[in-house]
């Protein structure tokens, strides 16, 4: 272990926790999450700044997120912004299901976002590995369906529909996540999901005041304590920009001070910066030993200093 400790390397709690995801294997160790790159294949994203239409330019992008660091590619079908129309379930599978066939038989794993039965099945039977679902699990037949196909299913935290903005009043936002944990694992058992498929999402953003948020991040040793894996959507959040009032777009520190507080649990971080945060956690994974030191070539003038043009 590095003698730089870190206040992320000194919180760590847990052991690592293996996650079987269809064909894949993830074993996830505290202070090292995967990380989880993010593809629209419809638009209405908050912070997506281009909309790539066809398949092969979404193929294009996933791969480079994967070459860029990418250990996982969430595919969303329909984005869950409350201002946006629903796409229909039948555009949503005829978008996603050419990116997921694309994208396994390359061997890349790969989760949907979705809260929609049809949507997942669909994505499921291309080979999806993963389903996260936004409406935490309203419809258990989700995890029926994640158990015939050997995948694993995300339950996020959320007390409102799908594409409904809401701030809701909580009497104790941890508590609340915690009930919906225990309640949709024991929902998601009974239809055949073994509990080590599930993954958990304290749905920053999801129906929460950003001081929820807040509240909801700095309790994640309580979540931890579920021994399961933790995808955190990092990516732009709304309480960070309250905090240092920057839009979606310029929010990169932001995003990495988020995945910084989360990182000591095992699991996933959720974003659109996958350059950025892998080159982040790279440096800091190095620093406490979780990485073995790269071999080094001095003789690489441009890694030690601006070379002058003209």
Request: charged share 20%; glycine share 8%.
């Amino acid at each position: 272990m590095s003698l730089l400790l870190t206040a992320a390397a000194a919180a760590q709690p847990a052991d690592p926790v293996d996650l079987t995801a269809g064909a894949h294997r993830f074993t996830l160790h505290p202070g090292a999450p995967a990380v989880m790159g993010i593809i629209n294949t419809n638009p209405g994203s908050f912070s997506d700044t281009e909309h790539l239409a066809s398949t092969e330019a979404q193929l294009t992008k996933a791969l480079g997120l994967v070459e860029a660091g990418a250990d996982i590619i969430d595919v969303g079908t329909d984005s869950g912004v409350a201002y946006g129309e629903p796409i229909d379930l039948d555009t949503q599978i005829a978008s996603a299901v050419p990116l997921v066939r694309e994208l396994v038989a390359r061997g890349v794993p790969v989760s949907i976002d979705t809260p929609q039965l049809a949507v997942a099945e669909a994505t499921l039977e291309a080979g999806a590995a993963m389903i996260n679902d936004v409406s935490g699990l309203a419809d258990p037949r989700i995890a029926a369906a994640c158990a015939t196909h050997g995948a694993s299913l995300v339950l996020l935290h959320t007390r409102v529909e799908h594409k409904k903005e809401a701030f809701l009043s909580f009497d104790d936002v941890v508590a609340d996540v915690e009930q919906l944990f225990t309640e949709r694992i024991a929902v998601a058992e009974a239809e055949g999901l073994a509990r080590e498929a599930i993954v958990l999402d304290p749905g920053l953003g999801y129906a929460k005041h950003p001081h929820d948020d807040v509240e909801v991040l700095r309790a994640y040793p309580r979540f931890a304590a579920y021994g399961l894996a933790i995808l955190t959507g990092a990516s732009r959040k709304y309480y960070a920009g309250v905090i240092t009032g920057a839009e979606p777009p310029e929010r990169l520190p932001e995003t990495l001070a988020t995945v910084e507080a989360v990182r000591p649990y095992p699991g996933f971080v959720r974003v659109h910066d996958v350059d950025e945060i892998s080159r982040y956690l790279a440096v800091m994974e190095t620093l406490e030993g979780l990485r073995e030191l790269p071999d080094v070539d001095t003789s690489v003038a441009r890694l030690k200093w601006v070379t002058p043009v003209g």
